[in-house]
T-cell receptor, first 115, second 113 residues
């Protein structure tokens, strides 16, 4: 049962345009959401996050939007640059018992930004 | 410079052999995790440990074993019982009770030959 879903395996955009990556979740107990960026043969690196009590968080070219009622979040990259080409993972934080938390990841979306 | 070191970067294993992947961190993080990445599968949790001498199974623990004898180290053994061990393995750590964000290692590519 996939609790975090990224339904688009890939996305291609032109340099300078907006990239929108989407993520849906099913577990209403998730309280924190993160986006990670991953290049081939490297570990993921943290990009941006949002608490469930907010609906928007912005960091430079990256903005994450959260719609709790729809259980949906999206990552906007404006403007997109060729260096943004990577796999983007959506992740959600849940409680695995007591004070223990763990992240559940989506399957990722491969973003390609064309010059 | 603090971080997570995974070794080796590439590992080849013959069928029927056990192999151990190393993960060391100097971030003073209590919690450590092992994930497996397959094409189109995203990151799937194998095992995690919140404190020394304690660990829990993740979603795909069968065929794997771990130990947590030291705070800094969380080695993963891929046993011969793991049917499809060829994958990219990622180790991560975070602060206690965290999950606000993991720090990941650079990964180990395991190939069965």
């Amino acid at each position: 049962d996939q609790q975090v879903k990224q339904n688009s395996p890939s996305l291609s955009v032109q340099e300078g345009r907006i990239s929108i990556l989407n993520c849906d979740y099913t577990n209403s107990m998730f309280d924190y959401f993160l986006w990670y960026k991953k290049y081939p043969a490297e570990g993921p690196t943290f990009l941006i996050s949002i608490s469930s009590i907010k609906d928007k968080n912005e960091d430079g070219r990256f903005t994450v939007f959260l719609n709790k009622s729809a259980k949906h979040l999206s990552l906007h990259i404006v403007p997109s640059q060729p260096g943004d080409s990577a796999v983007y993972f959506c992740a959600a934080r849940g409680n695995s018992g007591g004070s223990n938390y763990k992240l559940t990841f989506g399957k990722g979306t491969l973003l390609t930004v064309n010059p | 410079d603090g971080g997570i070191t995974q070794s080796p970067k590439y590992l080849f294993r013959k069928e029927g052999q056990n192999v151990t992947l190393s993960c060391e961190q100097n971030l003073n993080h209590d919690a450590m995790y092992w994930y497996r990445q397959d094409p189109g599968q995203g990151l799937r949790l194998i095992y995690y440990s919140q404190i020394v001498n304690d660990f829990q199974k993740g979603d795909i623990a069968e065929g794997y074993s771990v130990s947590r004898e030291k705070k800094e180290s969380f080695p993963l053994t891929v046993t011969s019982a793991q049917k499809n061990p060829t994958a990219f393995y990622l180790c991560a750590s975070t602060v206690p009770g965290g999950g606000y964000g993991y720090t990941f290692g650079s990964g180990t590519r395991l190939t069965v030959v």
